[in-house]
């Protein structure tokens, strides 16, 4: 059973408007969340995370926001730009407990011109 | 280097091959991971080693799968007898501390393929 669920296989946003990513989980205990962004052959890269305690992060053009009683979080690129064109991916774990990095299927978000 | 390296980065076995996959880590990290991602897919959890301690090997999807990392830094993933749905990209990724949230930093992956 899928625990971090990644509904949206892909997304087109034009270049300059707001890309808006989404995620859903189903196991309350997790209670940090991560996103990664990852190039064609390439490894992910870390991007932005949230704490089960909070409820937005923002770092420069991202913003990650968590609704906990949902059980849903999304990541908001403003403005989206090129360089974006990605897979994202959304994470989650439980932090003191468990070390591994539950991840969901992942996005295919498209920047276009 | 800087960052975790993985070798090879693209292998081909022929079904019922060993392989082994290398990770090297990154200077000093303790926390180092194995994930599986197939096509399509996000990438799934193997196992966990801190230090040289196998922590956790509840993802190994068979008892065909092994890794060891014996003296706390390399580590190596084997596939036993290679079937087809082996094929996938193997990423390592490793950690300076436990718990890190997020500063875990992965490889660029060893992308195997079982014909």
């Known amino acids: 059973d899928q625990q971090v669920k990644q509904n949206s296989p892909s997304l087109s946003v034009q270049e300059g408007r707001i890309s808006i990513l989404n995620c859903d989980y189903t196991?309350?205990?997790?209670?940090?969340f991560l996103w990664y962004k990852k190039y064609p052959a390439e490894g992910p890269t870390f991007l932005i995370s949230?704490?089960?305690?909070?409820d937005k992060n923002e770092d420069g053009r991202f913003t990650v926001f968590l609704n906990k009683s949902a059980k849903h979080l999304s990541l908001h690129i403003v403005p989206s730009q090129p360089g974006d064109s990605a897979v994202y991916f959304c994470?989650?774990?439980?932090?003191?407990?468990?070390?591994?990095?539950?991840f969901g299927k992942g996005t295919r978000l498209h920047i276009l011109p | 280097g800087a960052g975790v390296s993985q070798s090879p980065r693209y292998k081909v076995a022929k079904r019922g091959q060993d392989v082994a996959l290398r990770c090297d880590p990154i200077?000093?990290?303790?926390?180092l991971f194995w994930y599986q991602q197939a096509l399509g897919q996000g990438p799934e959890f193997l196992t966990y080693?801190?230090?040289?301690?196998?922590?956790?090997k509840s993802g190994l999807p068979s008892d065909r799968f092994f890794a060891e990392r014996p003296e706390g830094s390399v580590s190596t993933l084997k596939i036993q007898r290679t079937q087809q749905e082996d094929s996938a990209v193997y990423l390592c990724?490793?950690?300076?501390?436990?718990?890190?949230?997020?500063?875990?930093?992965f490889g660029e992956g060893s992308w195997l393929t079982v014909v």
């Open positions: 990724a490793s950690s300076l501390v436990r718990n890190s949230g997020n500063t875990i930093y």
């Open positions: 196991n309350s205990m997790f209670d940090y």
């Open positions: 949230i704490s089960s305690i909070k």
């Open positions: 994470a989650a774990r439980i932090m003191n407990r468990d070390d591994k990095i539950i």
């Open positions: 200077s000093g990290h303790v926390s």
């Open positions: 080693f801190q230090n040289e301690a196998q922590l956790d």
